[in-house]
Nanobody, 115 residues
Framework: QVQLVESGGGSVQPGGSLRLSCAASGSIFRFYTVGWYRQAPGKQRELVARIISGGTTDYTDSVKGRFTISRDNAENTVYLQLSSLKPEDTAVYYC?????????WGQGTLVTVSS
């Protein structure tokens, strides 16, 4: 069973950048579809970006052009580069990995965007 550990969250000013990491255990991680979700206070969890095993990516409209998802299969890690951050990006960001009927969540990492 794959296990996920997120890191890289923190507090930044509007316009700033962060890079989130999702490190996985397990040699077959490269076959998983990995998504970054976020949940702001009082709101539902939403999919932010997703990358499939072949490298194809997709993003929710509100982050297109600002966030970039990538994966390093040699390091068993998926990254989410957050740029041009806005206060509305404040949330707990979760990594999710899916393969067939398997689904795994990380513990989340907090991103706070505030002046």
């Amino acid at each position: 069973q794959v296990q996920l550990v997120e890191s890289g969250g923190g507090s930044v000013q509007p316009g700033g950048s962060l890079r989130l990491s999702c490190a996985a255990s397990g040699s077959i991680f490269r076959f998983y579809t990995v998504g970054w979700y976020r949940q702001a206070p009082g709101k539902q969890r939403e999919l932010v970006a997703r990358i499939i095993s072949g490298g194809t990516t997709d993003y929710t409209d509100s982050v297109k052009g600002r966030f970039t998802i990538s994966r390093d299969n040699a390091e068993n890690t998926v990254y989410l580069q957050l740029s041009s951050l806005k206060p509305e990006d404040t949330a707990v960001y979760y990594c999710n990995a899916k393969l067939g009927g398997l689904e795994v969540w990380g513990q989340g990492t907090l991103v706070t965007v505030s002046s």
